[in-house]
DNA sequence: TCAGAAATAGGACAAATATCCTAGATCAAA
DNA sequence: TTTGATCTAGGATATTTGTCCTATTTCTGA
């Protein structure tokens, strides 16, 4: 079956193509053109364009997903784990730079358009804001375990935001190390 | 002359309307509508729609440097008027719930629509960031004044973008406490 | 091999949009 | 009051975009 093939790559270059250019910003033509595939062919496999959204949303949910059991295998430390989140903003630095935070880009731009995707948007900071949460319920901060994490989320949205505004990798870096210290502070408290 | 006035009503207008619905997204016929004139005459003030965004970006920087100068004559203490700054997520928070943040939902999408007048929204960045390290440096932070200044962007940043995507006032509030506690420990260093 | 299903191509179309153009209205100064 | 500049309205246009439709090609199972 040829069909998933292409549904794959129409796939693949919306994802693309959504985080470079942004979602409004991108045609169904500049979809099809990069797949090297017809409209009709293209509306074979997708009613609209909020289908193809939705699609892109799935995809990076179940990516990211990965991308988490991935971390936990790499480590039982739940402190490793989450000094592998920080990291993010530095292993995917170039993209940063030039794109700004595929989630956080994608659902401030929903919001503005108050599209009905948002809350599936949402849903990816959703997944790991909740991965967070554990890790820091497994370090024993079972109390503020969802603040940390919110904590831990907004500081990868505030660097990749300026990354993508003053294009300074030395900025992300130094952030990085003072979020990894701030870490070290919560599990070995001075008081 | 009724130029002027009409001008600024577009000008209003399509500062509003960028900041909640996106540059891209808002059309002429939008502004337009919302101002209750017609397009011709719109184009009468304004050649092109890039230049209204120039216009706008313009007068946002205007704005900006009122709003510091405010500050600054709120208060003689560089600590209070950085927690002027850090409180904007508080002050502004229904917006932001809404729209995220002004600056940097629109600097995201100019970079993505790859549009020349990024560089003049990234100026709105580097007025608060200018801003901010002279405060530090009136505290002394001479050295490390512009990375703790690109920090406190950093948290605002963070805040305005989870503020976007999970509207919950609670969160803001913890994470601006949590950013004057720092502050307070930046004032008087425990060590 | 062959019929029916699946997949693809590309033209057609209506709506939206940025921009242009021209004619009419308004206003300031002589 | 008249004249010329300024301002405004709205139609015209070319382009883009999302979507639909039909004809053709490719694949699959009997």
Redesign the pocket.
């Known amino acids: 079956?040829?069909?998933?093939?292409?549904?794959e790559n129409i796939l693949d270059a919306a994802d693309r193509l959504f985080y470079r250019q942004g979602y409004?910003?991108?045609?169904?033509?500049?979809i099809a053109d990069e797949v090297?595939?017809?409209?009709?062919?293209?509306?074979?496999?997708f009613?609209?364009?909020?289908?193809i959204l939705d699609a892109v949303i799935e995809a990076r949910l179940s990516d990211t997903r990965d991308m988490l059991r991935q971390w936990e295998a790499d480590s039982d430390d739940p402190a490793d784990r989450i000094r592998s989140f920080i990291r993010i903003v530095i292993v995917n630095g170039a993209d940063i730079e030039r794109f700004g935070c595929p989630v956080g880009t994608l659902n401030a731009e929903l919001a503005k358009l108050d599209h009905g995707a948002k809350d599936n948007a949402v849903a990816l900071f959703g997944l790991f804001r909740s991965w967070l949460t554990e890790q820091f319920v497994a370090l024993g901060r079972t109390e503020d375990a969802d603040d940390l994490a919110m904590h831990v989320l907004a500081f990868s949205q505030g660097v990749a935001s300026l990354s993508n505004a003053f294009r300074d990798p030395a900025f992300v870096e130094r952030e990085v190390d003072r979020m990894c210290r701030w870490l070290d502070g919560i599990l070995a408290p001075t008081g």
């Open positions: 079956m040829k069909s998933a093939e292409t549904r409004e910003n991108t045609s169904f033509a500049d090297r595939i017809s409209r009709g062919n293209f509306y074979y496999h009613k609209s364009k909020d289908e």
